[in-house]
């Protein structure tokens, strides 16, 4: 079983910042794509962000240009700074290891999940 393990959810204002961290095992880490996700309470979770082994790096038009997606081979970890935070960014963020598109992780619940790490922004 592969054990993802999130951290850096917070309650933060409007207009601030969190970066999230999600350590996956070292075996696999740097062969694998990595994506963050979220899901806010009544609605489908969404891709917010993805990066391949190579790291090219896709973003939601939502987050563009507030939020970066990275990776450190050398710790297993990948990293999401969310900058400029709104209300809408709230919810549930998850990291998925492995899934060969954001369609088969979100529809098919392809690839390994973390447990996730809520984010709220108060407005």
């Known amino acids: 079983q592969v054990q993802l393990v999130e951290s850096g959810g917070d309650l933060v204002q409007a207009g601030g910042s969190l970066r999230l961290s999600c350590v996956a095992p070292?075996?696999?880490?740097?062969?694998?794509?990595m994506g963050w996700y979220r899901q806010a309470p009544g609605k489908q979770r969404e891709l917010v962000a993805s990066?391949?082994?190579?790291?090219?790096?896709t973003y939601a038009d939502s987050v563009k240009g507030r939020f970066t997606i990275s990776r450190d081979n050398a710790k297993n970890t990948v990293y999401l700074q969310m900058n400029s935070l709104k209300s809408e960014d709230t919810g549930v963020y998850y990291c998925?290891?492995?899934?060969?598109?954001?369609?088969?992780?979100?529809?098919?619940?392809?690839?390994?999940w973390g447990q996730g790490t809520q984010v709220t922004v108060s407005s």
């Open positions: 070292g075996s696999i880490f740097a062969i694998s794509g």
């Open positions: 990066i391949t082994s190579g790291g090219t790096t």
């Open positions: 998925n290891l492995g899934a060969r598109s954001p369609w088969a992780a979100i529809h098919q619940n392809a690839g390994y």
